[in-house]
């Protein structure tokens, strides 16, 4: 009987898998808070984790280093969210330089996010955890 890791895992990969690539994109904003004319970049994490959910068990994002590696599903090759995903960030009050980033925003959100991708963190760590008492037989 071969097990399923998609089923045994749950949510949990993917949301850990995009939970990283949300922190990358929130650093961004803030390492170009001072940057003029920069506009401040997110991506509805629920909408894009449904989406995620909704490929096949068999779809798995490759990384590529080399232009004639296969592409994944978004057609990068990178497993990355892609810029159709990310949206623009509404300032609520914008700089008079077209920068759109509130870093004091994006410091929350960047917090939060990292709770977030801990707790995914520590889900999926009981999923491994409780896979490895039953292969045991404990």
Do not use: C, W
């Not at 994109?25 to 803030?30: L, P, S």
């Not at 914008?94 to 509130?102: A, E, F, I, K």
């Amino acid at each position: 009987m071969a097990i399923s890791f998609s089923d045994a895992l749950g949510v949990h990969e993917q949301a850990l898998v995009l939970r990283s690539q949300r922190t990358q994109i929130i650093a961004t904003n803030i390492a170009n808070s001072d940057t003029p004319g920069y506009k401040a970049r997110d991506m509805d994490f629920a909408s894009v984790l449904r989406d995620r959910m909704g490929m096949s068990a068999d779809t798995v994002s490759l990384r590529t280093t080399n232009s004639r590696h296969i592409k994944d599903q978004n057609g990068t090759g990178t497993g990355m969210v892609n810029e159709d995903t990310l949206l623009y960030r509404t300032p609520l009050q914008p700089s008079l330089d077209g920068n759109t980033v509130d870093e004091q925003l994006e410091n929350a959100n960047f917090a939060r996010n990292a709770l977030e991708h801990q707790a995914s963190f520590q889900f999926l760590n009981g999923k491994f955890t409780g896979m490895m008492k039953a292969l045991r037989g404990e």
